[in-house]
C-alpha cells in the first residue's frame, strides 16, 4: 500500500524483532489500513474474511 516494506530503514533483525513483539508500523493512515493492522493482529482466519473486509473498506 505504501510501496515499500515495513520499517524498511531497519536491518531485517531488528524487523523482525518488532513484528514479533507484536510492535507493528502504524497503518491507519493509509487506504485499508485497519485491514492491515487486523491482519497483522490475526484477526483473520480465512481469506474470505480479508476480502469481507477489503469490501467494506472502499
Not at 487506504?31 to 480479508?50: D, E, M, P, R, Y
Request: glycine share 6%.
Amino acid at each position: 500500500m505504501t510501496g515499500e516494506e515495513p520499517y524498511s530503514n531497519l536491518d531485517d533483525e531488528e524487523v523482525e524483532r518488532r513484528f514479533q513483539n507484536r510492535d507493528f508500523p502504524a497503518s491507519s493512515h493509509l487506504c485499508c489500513g485497519t485491514v492491515i493492522q487486523n491482519c497483522w493482529l490475526g484477526h483473520f482466519v480465512a481469506a474470505k474474511q480479508v476480502v469481507q473486509a477489503l469490501v467494506c473498506e472502499v
